[in-house]
């Protein structure tokens, strides 16, 4: 991959040539806890806070970051920098005191914009899929020694690690379009997974975010890699100077056919031009992750990279933490756990769980933000068709400020509207959901927890009450 700018200051004076203090506020998240990382990489001295410990925190006190669990830090007002994410609110200790001495306070898309102007940048896009994308890119880059860095929005697992600056010229980015992060990193190319409406609330209108997609596009030098599968990443071709499609769509220009489960991942012929290969993802099942894996290689391609020995490092991708992630067997449970929130990802992964060896697929879904659950709602009515037993626990809030009527119920009642013959059940909170689970599993299940909030404990705790019931 070819080299990019020299600067580190990016176009609102963040200079990463100055602030070699830097404070990370919110670092035990996965999008913070990799902005750490690169910076601790490259030979800034860290430090960060966060209110809880998480499985973060300890990798990056390998790298020499100081970490301090709790309410705040002394390093805030001796930082040259603070780095702050849109979780963290104006009143935080550490955002006060960094104020009161002077010290200036950045958004992450501030501190990342000054990161990317280092290396040539991908940036993975999309409403759904870019962590599972940028990973399976950062493994065929990895895996033919181009050398080029990545910073993903969680644990890479066959890289054991979210992000790595290391180095080579080129660096990929998962490229965040909720606060608009995406627009911010001066991308020479780019991919965009799918296209739909979420994040309105910073947004607005599903209008406004498509315009800030086609933006996206259009200041694009390199190649635009659009799914020919979705309306709307396909809608983008007009906006970009060289668009390139992948999908099963007859025009694609990375075609993908013959697609068939491969234990729990996937197998499917990648045709490109006069060249074509037989893929295999393990760890990533279902037809949603052959075209994830389809735009990685797309990408890797537009690289410079051979197709084949794209797909063969490929093979070597062992999936991401909380993307269809098998959390263990118990009582002749398979447990999974992922990240799927959103209707069209919720579908594919309870598609994805039926292709599996499994007599029932049993899922317990946790609706995310109250904003998200009030607009869509009734978009999730016939996102659990695939699912042989459903319950729905009340929503995680993310942060978020009660609405008046707005609760889990909200999915629940769309989905029994349209199916009313659904074996479905509202679950409360956590732990009726862990007693459902106890009750209703039974050997040769997929339990699979689909959320983006606090529902991941409940699988490792329905593992332990079943393991002491043997």
């Given at each position: 991959?070819?080299?990019?700018?020299?600067?580190?200051?990016?176009?609102?004076?963040?200079?990463?040539?100055?602030?070699?203090?830097?404070?990370?506020?919110?670092?035990?998240?996965?999008?913070?806890?990799?902005?750490?990382?690169?910076?601790?990489?490259?030979?800034?001295?860290?430090?960060?806070?966060?209110?809880?410990?998480?499985?973060?925190?300890?990798?990056?006190?390998?790298?020499g970051v100081s970490v301090v669990v709790g309410d705040s830090s002394p390093a805030a007002q001796e930082a040259d920098l603070v780095v702050t994410s849109s979780a963290t609110p104006v009143d935080h200790p550490d955002v006060v005191a960094a104020v009161a001495a002077g010290v200036p306070v950045v958004h992450r898309r501030d501190a990342?914009?000054?990161?990317?102007?280092?290396?040539?940048?991908?940036?993975?896009?999309?409403?759904?899929?870019?962590?599972?994308?940028?990973?399976?890119?950062?493994?065929?880059l990895d895996g033919v020694g181009d050398g080029a860095?990545?910073?993903v929005g969680t644990r890479v697992t066959g890289l054991r690690a979210n992000a790595d600056w290391r180095s080579g010229p080129g660096f990929v980015v998962e490229a965040d379009e909720s606060d608009g992060t995406f627009l911010r990193l001066g991308a020479t190319d780019g991919l965009v997974t799918n296209l739909e409406a979420d994040h309105l609330s910073y947004w607005g209108t599903e209008a406004a975010l498509v315009e800030a997609f086609r933006g996206f596009v259009a200041a694009l030098t390199g190649t635009a890699i659009l799914c020919a599968d979705d309306p709307g990443s396909v809608a983008l071709a007009p906006h970009a100077a060289r668009p390139v499609t992948y999908g099963t769509a007859a025009g694609a220009d990375h075609r993908?056919?013959?697609?068939?489960?491969?234990?729990?991942?996937v197998a499917f012929t990648h045709t490109h031009g006069d060249a074509?290969?037989?893929?295999?993802?393990?760890?990533?099942p279902g037809i949603h992750n052959a075209r994830n894996a389809a735009g990685a290689l797309a990408a890797a391609v537009a690289a410079g990279i051979d197709l084949a020995a794209a797909a063969a490092a490929l093979a070597s991708f062992a999936g991401v933490a909380r993307r269809f992630e098998v959390r263990g067997r118990a009582g002749g449970v398979t447990f999974v756990d992922s990240y799927d929130h959103l209707p069209t990802e919720v579908a594919a992964a309870l598609t994805a769980a039926q292709s599996g060896p499994f007599q029932r697929v049993v899922c317990v879904f946790q609706p995310h933000r109250y904003t998200r659950t009030r607009d869509l709602a009734p978009t999730f009515a016939d996102a659990f068709v695939d699912a042989d037993v459903l319950g729905v626990t009340d929503l995680y809030p993310a942060g978020e400020s009660p609405i008046a009527g707005v609760s889990g119920r909200l999915v629940h009642d769309a989905v029994l509207a349209a199916h009313p013959e659904a074996d479905i059940?509202?679950?409360?909170?956590?732990?009726?959901?862990?007693?459902?689970?106890?009750?209703?599993?039974?050997?040769?299940?997929?339990?699979?927890?689909?959320?983006?909030?606090?529902l991941t404990t409940v699988p490792d705790a329905v593992i332990g009450r079943l393991e002491g019931d043997r």
């Open positions: 991959m070819a080299g990019g700018a020299d600067s580190t200051a990016d176009q609102h004076g963040v200079s990463l040539d100055l602030a070699r203090r830097v404070h990370v506020v919110n670092v035990g998240g996965a999008g913070m806890s990799a902005i750490a990382t690169v910076l601790a990489q490259r030979g800034h001295e860290v430090s960060g806070i966060d209110g809880k410990s998480t499985p973060f925190l300890g990798p990056l006190e390998q790298l990342l914009e000054a990161i990317c102007a280092e290396r040539r940048v991908v940036a993975v896009a999309g409403t759904h899929g870019k962590s599972t994308t940028a990973a399976m890119l950062a493994t065929v860095g990545y910073l993908i056919s013959d697609v068939e489960p491969a234990g729990i991942g074509s290969v037989r893929v295999t993802v393990p760890s990533a059940r509202f679950l409360g909170g956590l732990p009726e959901a862990a007693d459902w689970l106890v009750a209703t599993l039974r050997p040769g299940d997929c339990c699979i927890t689909l959320n983006a909030g606090d």
